[in-house]
């Protein structure tokens, strides 16, 4: 059994390498350390405008990095604030975006009024893509202020926190 192992191993290694670069793809991470940096930076924004939110942080993927529950926030935000960071990287827009594109900036009907229909879609701004380098690389969500205004507002200012960082 060890020869057929060690024979194996022999093999393979005499194989040659194979250039892999157009198999597999070099991606920019959002890390942990840029998620609270983030997330200190939104918590702030929220303080300094009287405003009690539900803070999520996800990867390209929609995977959850960061969640914070401020005191005083309401119990509804926690769903909203998760729905609008995956709602933001699913497409790569804002979801005020895709709150003009089902309802219409007058809330009149949009364009693409079934866009408001898919399941745990959340089109009500909040939710914000994250571009590093033009790469997608996340999304935050923001859920609890008065308005979503506000709520985009206080979500921006974890994105220009990270922005900062990096240059």
């Given at each position: 059994?060890k020869?057929?192992?060690?024979?194996t191993?022999?093999?393979?290694?005499?194989?040659?390498?194979?250039?892999?670069?157009?198999l597999?793809?070099?991606q920019?991470?959002?890390t942990?350390?840029?998620?609270?940096?983030?997330?200190?930076a939104?918590?702030?924004?929220?303080?300094?405008?009287?405003?009690?939110?539900?803070?999520?942080?996800?990867?390209?993927?929609?995977?959850?990095?960061?969640?914070?529950?401020?005191?005083?926030?309401?119990l509804?935000?926690?769903d909203?604030?998760?729905?609008?960071?995956?709602?933001?990287?699913?497409?790569g827009?804002?979801?005020?975006?895709?709150s003009?594109w089902?309802?219409?900036?007058?809330?009149?009907?949009?364009?693409?009024?079934?866009?408001g229909t898919?399941?745990?879609?959340?089109?009500?701004?909040?939710?914000?893509?994250?571009?590093?380098?033009?790469?997608?690389?996340?999304?935050?969500?923001?859920?609890?202020?008065?308005?979503?205004?506000?709520?985009?507002?206080?979500g921006?200012a974890?994105?220009k926190?990270?922005?900062?960082?990096?240059?």
């Open positions: 059994m020869i057929l192992f060690i024979a191993m022999l093999a393979t290694s005499a194989l040659p390498a194979i250039a892999s670069d157009h597999l793809s070099k920019t991470m959002l942990l350390d840029a998620a609270e940096l983030m997330m200190d939104t918590k702030g924004a929220a303080i300094a405008n009287n405003a009690a939110v539900s803070i999520a942080i996800v990867d390209q993927s929609g995977t959850l990095i960061a969640f914070e529950k401020m005191d005083g926030s309401a509804g935000s926690i909203f604030a998760i729905d609008k960071s995956t709602s933001s990287v699913s497409f827009v804002p979801t005020q975006s895709l003009d089902a309802f219409g900036e007058n809330l009149e009907g949009g364009p693409l009024p079934f866009i898919s399941g745990e879609l959340f089109a009500l701004g909040g939710g914000q893509p994250i571009y590093i380098n033009n790469e997608l690389v996340g999304g935050i969500g923001v859920s609890g202020a008065t308005t979503p205004k506000l709520d985009i507002t206080i921006a974890g994105i926190a990270l922005g900062n960082a990096i240059n």
